[in-house]
Every structure is written in C-alpha cells, then in structure tokens.
C-alpha cells in the first residue's frame, strides 16, 4: 500500500519536471535566503566578539578622574605612581598582570618615511596582560625596563609604513627627537573594538616615554588582567578599595579613579549585533514567507489540474485516503527535496560570501534546521489541502472538470 | 443460480437540488442486465441514460431504490467501499478516453494494478497482456500524446479490462471517433464480451453502434421505455 504510494508519488514527479521544479524552486529560495542571510549574521556577530576578545578578556583598566573625561570643573585628579603598579601586583588576589601604561605619539622617521603612530610606554606585563604575542625579535628585558632604554617593539602598521620591505628588527629610526632600536614586531591583533588600528603602535619601556617624552613618573593608565578562575567584579571591588585607600579618599567621598571593565564594552558591541542579526532574519524569515506563498500558489494551480487526474484514479477504483496519501507523499517529497536543495545552496553561498564580508562562516545546525522544517511544513499543508478537497468531490465532477 | 441477473435495480429515483428546483433525472427505473450480456443505452439527451451509468457504475448514488449488484444492496455502501467495488469488479470507458498524460500506454494500464496492490511483474504481465488484446502491444511505451484516438480508446480498454471485471461500463465510447475507428472499437468489445464473457453496458445515441449489442435499452424522460432483445446476435 504505501509501496503503491511511493511508486505513484514519483512517477507523477517526474512527469511533470517542470511543475516539480517551480514547486521545489519557492522552497529553495526560502530556504537558502534565510539560512544565508542568518548564517552571515551570526559570522558578523562571530566577527564582532573575535575583535572584543583582541582587547584582552577581562581586562580592567584603571584611570583617574570619573568615568570618561576629566569631569567637570575642580582639580584635575592625579595620574598614578609606580608604586600603585607594585601595590595593585602584590596586594590584590585574582590579578594575572599589571601593566603601567604612558601614552603619547609622535611622528617615526625611517630614511625618509615618516607616520604618525602612537607611542605606549609599558613593561613587558602589557604584552602578558594583552594577550598579544610577538611575531618576531624578543620582549624588553627586565634591565632594559629598569633602564628605560631607547628600544622598543612596534605594530604591523607601523612596521609596514616605516620599514616597508625591510627586516625592522635591530634597525634604529627616530621618534621625537631621540633614536630608538626595534628589537621585536608584534603580532597582527586588526582592528579594536571601536575601530582604531590597535597594530599602528610602538610599545617601548615605560621609563624611557615618562624620560624622554612626559617629563614625569606619572602613569596615565593601569591595565589589571584579572585571572580566569577569578570573578572580574570581586577583582574590580578590591581594586577600588584599594585605590581609595592608597588616595586617601574619605568614607562617602566619591572616587578620584574609575575602573572601566573591557566586557561592558564587549556587552554593548555584542548587543548591538544580535539586534542587526535579529533584523537580518526577520528580512530573511519574509522571504521564506513569499517562499511560501509561491510553494503555495503552484500547489493549488496543480491540484486544480489535476483534479480530472483525481477523478480518473477515484473512477478506476483508488480510494479518497489512496489519492490523498499520494498527493502527501509527492507534497513531501519535492518540500524536503526543495528544503535540502536550498540548505546545500546556502551552505556554499555562505561560505562564498562570509570572506568577502570578512566575517567567519558559522555553521548554525539549528537554524539549518529551523528553515528546513518550516519550509517542508508549509509544501506538506498547501500540498495536502488543495488535494484533500479534490479527493471529496465526486469522481463524476472531478472527472467533468477541465 | 447462474440465470440470477448480475444487475438488479430496482425502483431507481435520482432528484438534483431540492425544492422548486428539483429535478427528476431517474423517475423510477427498474432493470435487469444479465451475467454476459451487451447492452446498448440508448435515447435523447436528458433522458436520464448518463445518470443511469453513473449509478450502474457506483460512480453516483440513487436518492431511492435498490441496487443489487451481484445480490448485494450497493446503495448501503460508502464512498470507500463503492471504490472498492469498482476496482474489483468494473471497468470504465469513457468517451473523452481519460488517460494520464505523459503517462506511457503500459503505466497507465497497469494503473488499476497498482491499487489492487499486485507487485510489479505482475503489473506487468497483465498490463502487456491487456495492451496485446487491444492489438497496441508494440506501443506500450507511448503516451497518449503519441497516439491516435482509436489507439488511446483501446488503451482505455485495456486498463478497464486489465483486472479482468466482471462488467465492463462505456459512456459514448466512440463518441470521439470517426466510423472506422469507432467499429474497431465495436469489435474489440463484442470480442471481449464473447470470448472473455464481460458483461458490457454502452451508452450511445448511434444506432450503428448499438446494433453490436445484444439488448438495447430505450430511455425517455428518466424512465426506460422499452428494450429491445436479441438485435445482433
């Protein structure tokens, strides 16, 4: 009996191609636009995290004066000390590294290339802090920090702008009036979360920048990597005890600091993807829609046609439940045929297009799945409806019909 | 029990609509076909001989009356079970020959097989055999595209008598065809109701046709008015 089905199924699929072909046609559009377009969305959403992630995770960056700016009017807060650094690096628990940071910039200067860069003085803790290996040369040495030395590792940018073709490591350029040697170029990190170039830098020994280039011991910035096994907001809470006790903020005073934690900027980023996803998919659910329209639209055309077939099978003896099965089976058959078409289309289409987007191809079982189900689920309905009205009639008026 | 009729009816009425607009198509027939008869219906159009079809058929149900098909009460049965009926006992010809399209002579005979749940040699063992009665073995791989009207009537034929039924029902069977084919077709069914012993019910207005026939039943104004025995045999 369903031997019989099947066997009837597809020999009226492949007597009509074209007919199956425009049924399964709406399904695979459907199907590969949402799959796509959803596919790309969650790349993109990949994308944007990848670039939070390249700021350090969990990373708490410590500053003075409140929130971003200066604040208002009053006395500008002071900067930190060293001793801030050696106090935060052996007094607070869960803290991986702690990286001073003095930041200026400056024009470099090459045998006549010059580019505008930024200049971070930093100890060798940034690079740990960060996360961010060198790709070539070595790491400041701990009586080259001591020191403040005049040498220093720069970024991608950098390198490629200065030294162009040229093997950068022991070259020597100049930066604001002094001579500098490269001992190390760091690894590519692309763009930061705010779309800054984070590899036009050149990092040298914070001793030498507050020297050479503040004119003070000031440090404007302290970067505390906080350790995995430990919880970023108790690290963040000890740290602020900390600070007010070393500034000597009274009880009830408000902080001369502020500790802005990287993850609430990953939280803002990641949230603004998932509302562009979220609108990507709604377009993509409306074309599986208008998919499903057409899937529709060719179902109940061809079940009009084929309402004389119905009543000959009805007249030589089949059964209404026997037409109805066959008609579900073929309904079935082109939906999943249609639904798989569109998953493999979109699939290359996805993989095709995600470099050219620069974002990564996620496959996302789930909404493979999703699509494929819905799409199969409106073939079966506007298959088997149409058909099931057909099969009521009497053989005798479906056998009039033309 | 052999001389008992294969078909009783029995008081017969068919009305469509209801109220003012009520039609009387059958007013109350009563007949017997005998086991291997050929009948010819004939009469006016309106007169009531296609709905009798439809009814003999199992195709379309009396408003009152008896049926008795081999004895038993068909007006009793549901849809699902007048299917059945057909598929074991009757045969269709229909003047507009109703065969699939881009369906090959063979797959469209084997059609009634196929519901009868036979597997696939015997579908076609029977179907090649069935196109070979007819004379259209060698086109068995033809649609009906690709066929005359005489050749697509007799693969008509040959997926009605494929499951060797027991009465064999054509509407206007040469209805579509010109004299030539139209006597082709005549012979074919005096053969199968001679040598295969299928009753044969036919519907026509030609009086050519309807001398092939054995017993010709007259109708007028949705009653039978006379029948005529014994015409060309």
């Known amino acids: 009996m369903l031997g019989t089905t099947i066997t009837l199924a597809f020999r009226a699929i492949m007597r009509h191609k074209l007919r199956s072909f425009l049924t399964t046609l709406g399904i695979i559009i459907g199907v590969a636009a949402v799959v796509t377009m959803t596919t790309l969305g969650n790349g993109a959403t990949a994308a944007v995290r990848e670039q939070i992630s390249s700021l350090g995770a969990n990373i708490l960056q410590l500053r003075p004066g409140q929130g971003f700016g200066r604040g208002g009017g009053g006395p500008r807060p002071p900067d930190f000390k060293p001793e801030d650094v050696t106090a935060i690096a052996s007094q607070l628990t869960g803290v991986r590294a702690v990286a001073p940071m003095a930041q200026s910039s400056g024009t470099a200067i090459y045998e006549g290339n010059n580019w505008n860069t930024t200049v971070n003085g930093t100890t060798a803790s940034y690079f740990e802090a960060q996360q961010w290996p060198i790709a070539g040369g070595r790491l400041f040495m701990p009586e080259e920090e001591q020191a403040g030395k005049p040498v220093c590792i720069i970024g991608n940018t950098l390198r490629n702008n200065l030294f162009r073709q040229t093997d950068p490591i022991g070259q020597r350029f100049r930066i604001r009036g002094v001579s500098c040697q490269v001992i190390g170029v760091l690894g590519t990190r692309g763009q930061g979360g705010f779309g800054q170039d984070q590899d036009d830098v050149v990092v040298m020994p914070i001793k030498f920048v507050q020297r050479r280039f503040t004119g003070d011991r000031d440090i404007g910035q302290i970067m505390v990597a906080v350790d995995d096994a430990y919880d970023t907001q108790t690290v963040q809470a000890s740290l602020e005890d900390l600070m007010r006790e070393r500034r000597k903020i009274k009880p009830g005073d408000a902080d001369n600091f502020n500790v802005f934690d990287t993850k609430q900027i990953s939280d803002t980023l990641t949230g603004t993807t998932t509302i562009l996803t979220q609108i990507v998919s709604a377009v993509a659910a409306i074309s599986l829609l208008v998919g499903g329209i057409g899937i529709m639209n060719i179902m109940l055309v061809s079940v009009t046609e084929r309402t004389r077939e119905i009543g000959i099978r009805l007249a030589i003896g089949a059964v209404a439940r026997e037409v109805l099965m066959q008609f579900l089976v073929e309904a079935v058959v082109l939906s999943c045929l249609g639904g798989l078409i569109g998953l493999v289309i979109a699939f290359f289409a996805s993989i095709a297009i995600a470099p050219l987007m620069q974002v990564p191809f996620i496959f996302d079982p789930q909404i493979n799945m999703l699509a494929f189900v819905f799409s199969a689920a409106i073939g079966v309905v506007f298959g088997y409806f149409p058909a099931r009205r057909a099969a009521s009639l009497n053989p005798i008026d479906a056998l009039r019909h033309e | ?233």
């Open chain 2, 1 to 233: 029990m052999a001389n008992d009729p294969i078909i009783r009816l029995r008081r017969i009425v068919k009305t469509y609509g209801t109220g003012a607009t009520a039609f009387q198509a059958l007013k109350g027939i009563d007949l017997d076909i005998a086991r291997g008869d050929f009948v010819a219906v004939m009469g006016p159009s309106g007169s009531g001989k296609s709905t009798a079809m439809n009814i003999l058929g199992c195709l379309d149900m009396p408003t009152s009356g008896e049926y008795l098909f081999h004895g038993h009460h068909v007006e009793t049965l549901d849809r699902d079970q007048r299917a059945l009926l057909r598929r074991r006992y009757l045969g269709f010809v229909f003047q507009g020959f109703n065969l699939l399209s881009r369906t090959t002579a063979l797959e469209n005979v084997e059609l009634p097989l196929l519901y009868r749940g036979e597997d696939r040699h015997v579908r076609y063992d029977h179907g090649m055999a069935a196109l070979d009665k007819v004379g259209l073995k060698p086109w068995w791989d033809h649609t009906p595209a690709e066929l005359s009207g005489g050749q697509q009537q007799r693969v008509a034929i040959a997926r009605a008598i494929v499951t060797n039924p027991d009465v064999l029902l054509a509407d206007e069977p040469t209805g579509n065809l010109d004299t030539e084919r139209s006597i082709e077709i005549m012979e074919l069914l005096t053969d199968l109701n001679r040598s295969a012993g299928i009753t044969v019910i036919m519907v026509t207005h030609e009086p050519e046709m309807a001398a092939f026939a054995r017993t010709i039943v007259h109708f007028r104004d949705g009653v039978v008015e006379r029948i005529e025995t014994g015409g060309a045999h």
